[in-house]
């Protein structure tokens, strides 16, 4: 029911923003918001967390909440604020022109449902 | 953990790019030293909380944190607008968050009660053009 991040950022095929987090973080859940007060208190630790939100403060929250990956759907954009905090942080983003819902699908079928 | 810590933070205004700074701060410090992570993440999202209430609402402000073997008191003070209606600032979805913050994806109405929920003890003092004082505790 986990997926270590290395293999998540393989299997899933998603184009890498910024791959400077920990390979061997486990990821367990894939979490969906963009409303970045509900994803402070929601996004589960380990998540895969997939968003169109794509501004510095994603990734700090993303960091509280020791979230496991952001991917960014929709193929939106990530502001070079948040590129450059997310390198700093070591947190990975992933980007995809898939819509939230089909990347949060096929993440959760990689990781939770296999 | 034997002795007291004490951390102070400034808080700037209007400044987003910065917000989470000291409470990701905090939260790498309590790692540390060895603190569970559910009391870890207790801290960080309410901290993180107050420190963007600051920044949206209050032009800024200071925080002070005390850690001690069981407990951590976080104390954001400021010298903003005050709250009017404190009951109704905690109200899940009470905002007066102006619109280039909710375009961030923030101002939902959720700070206050998401500090409530994250916190073992919380106090909100606020005088209307004076400040606003919020005293946080999670128990380690």
Known sequence: MNMKLGDFISSAGFEIINGSGNMDTELSKVFCCDLLSFAMSRNPAGSVWVTVMGNVNTVAVAVLTDGGCIVIAESAMLDPSALEKAKQQGVTVLRTELPVFDAALKAHKLIVDK | ?140
Do not use: C
């Open chain 2, 1 to 140: 953990m034997s002795k007291t810590i004490k951390l102070v933070y400034e808080v700037t205004a209007d400044d987003f790019t910065r917000a989470g700074e000291a409470s990701g701060d905090v939260k790498s410090k309590l790692k540390m030293m060895g603190v569970s992570p559910e009391a870890v993440r207790k801290v960080a999202i309410a901290m993180y909380e107050g420190e963007i209430n600051m920044v949206i609402h209050a032009g800024g402000g200071r925080i002070d944190v005390e850690i001690s073997e069981s407990e951590v008191t976080v104390v954001l003070a400021d010298k903003g607008p005050g709250i009017e209606d404190i009951e109704q600032a905690m109200q899940a979805g009470w905002s007066t968050a102006p619109d280039n913050v909710r375009s961030l994806g923030f101002g939902a109405g959720m700070g206050l009660p998401n500090i409530k929920k994250y916190s073992d003890f919380m106090d909100v003092k606020s005088q209307v053009g004076a400040g606003t004082t919020v005293t946080i505790k999670v128990l380690l």
